[in-house]
């Protein structure tokens, strides 16, 4: 190496440090946007926080993680954690004895487990707004939410199976029609029964509410092995199912 190179390198070494000392945060580039590296290291941070519930109750998702949420629930890494959240249900599932007699039940939520509302929070700000039922619920009539790929999946393998399939969803009762359409289009059919909220369930927490629900199908006679949902809300409370699988959803928390 001759001086003249040497003297290339140290310059080159020189800039960098002038650089790294002008400029305090590395950047990211996202679409049109640029987002900080200390911004990415918190928000995943944050939806780390959020899935293993350590977070508890939370309204909105922090503005500062809105491309972080977006990227994560629009790309690769989200139907990645959806499928292999699927894969480990159809591997326990293959594990159960099937007894024939219609009793071996595996429950589903709807929203965010089978049913995707990511069309409609894409409009409204991927969970960095607050809730607005009335749009949310209007939504919902329109009966426009696409299947979870990776959930339809496993649905069909579970019914091909042979188990019972119950899908136990949030949703107000008078959202009956509305929803059965939905569930339909995406492409589930042959469940046993659809339990959604009457009017003596409102006011409930979710948790109480879809425990009660659980306690009645146990008094029916019913196995519950396998729980399937997005909130930890779908799968806490007795009784509880033999398996719980928890999918990813960092846009929204319901108790």
């Known amino acids: 190496m001759n001086s003249g190179q040497t003297l290339l390198i140290n310059l080159l070494i020189i800039i960098s440090i002038l650089i790294s000392g002008v400029i305090p945060q590395s950047i990211l580039i996202s679409g049109n946007r640029k987002v900080a590296k200390d911004d990415v290291v918190y928000c995943n941070s944050w939806k780390f926080s959020v899935e ?19 990227n994560y629930v629009t790309g690769d ?7 292999l959240v699927a894969y480990d249900s159809l591997e326990f599932a293959k594990t159960v004895e099937i007894r024939g007699d219609g009793k071996d039940v595996w429950i589903f939520d709807i929203d ?6 990511l069309p409609y929070y894409a409009e ?26 990776a959930s339809l999946k496993l649905y069909n393998e579970l019914r091909r199976l042979g188990f019972t399939i119950i899908l136990l969803t949030g949703r107000d009762e008078h959202q009956r029609s509305s929803t059965i359409k939905n569930l339909l289009i995406a492409g589930y059919s ?18 109480v509410y879809k425990s009660e629900k659980r306690k009645e199908l146990e008094n029916e006679g019913y196995r519950i ?20 699988f928890k999918l990813p959803n960092p846009m929204y928390y319901i108790a």
């Open 52 to 70: 293993a519930n350590d977070a508890g109750s939370w309204k909105q998702v922090p503005e500062r993680c809105l491309e972080f949420v977006k």
């Open 77 to 83: 890494q989200y139907v990645s954690d959806s499928g």
């Open 112 to 117: 965010e487990t089978l049913l995707s509302n």
């Open 124 to 149: 409204h700000g991927f969970g960095t707004e607050i809730f607005n039922d009335i749009a949310f619920n209007q939504w919902v009539d329109s009966a426009e939410c696409p299947a979870i790929p």
């Open 190 to 207: 042959g469940y046993q029964s659809l339990i959604l909220r009457e009017p003596s369930d409102h006011g409930k927490i979710a948790e």
């Open 225 to 244: 092995h396998g729980n399937s949902g997005d909130q930890w809300s779908d799968l806490f409370g007795a009784p509880t199912a033999t398996r719980s």
